[in-house]
């Protein structure tokens, strides 16, 4: 005895639909997976409890006293921290320039002009740091280097830092002066 029998076009579909079904529902979890295991990133996450806590008073205040104690590296991470949520007041009290800062409304207008974008592409190039050290260190002041790996690349930025009443500050550039 022979028996044959046929599948239909329509067969055919209903087991495609249900398997593109399963597939995306296998790559949604994979997706929930992932994002329930991803932590938010943060230049701050580097701090201590106590740190952290001094950082929020300075926040409050921008009197960079908080800060005192802080490390040059802990201070840029505040700094590119300050740049990412567009904090200038932060980045004003924290930016050093030979001692002589413009007036808040200059500087909130030439940082807009001639730095923001330069730190918001830091603060992304070096998003997953995989160092921050210092560098070269003086009698003027210091560099810190701040490095990021992807794949065979490697990216680096030297960022200067002065120190003034006791805390370290990020040397702006010259295109800040009149």
């Not at 992932?34 to 008073?57: A, T, V």
């Not at 992304?124 to 992807?150: A, C, P, T």
């Amino acid at each position: 005895m022979l028996m044959i029998t046929g599948c239909t076009h329509r067969n055919y579909l209903e087991q495609d639909e249900l398997k593109k079904e399963d597939v995306i529902d296998i790559e949604e979890e994979k997706v929930l997976l992932i994002d329930d295991s991803e932590e938010e990133f943060s230049y701050l996450s580097d701090l201590s409890e106590e740190e952290l806590k001094s950082y929020e008073l300075f926040t409050r205040e921008y009197d960079t006293n908080y800060l005192k104690g802080f490390s040059p590296e802990k201070t840029i991470l505040i700094y590119i921290h300050s740049a990412v949520i567009d904090d200038i007041e932060a980045i004003y009290s924290l930016a050093y320039l030979d001692g002589e800062l413009p007036g808040y409304d200059s500087f909130k207008e030439k940082y807009y002009e001639n730095l923001n974008i330069s730190n918001l592409e830091i603060a992304l190039d070096f998003r997953y740091y995989d160092s921050i050290k210092i560098k070269q260190e003086n009698s003027n002041g210091l560099l810190v280097e701040l490095m990021v790996s992807y794949g065979s690349f490697t990216a680096t930025t030297l960022m200067g830092l002065k120190k003034e009443n006791e805390t370290w500050k990020i040397e702006v550039p010259d295109l800040l002066q009149n």
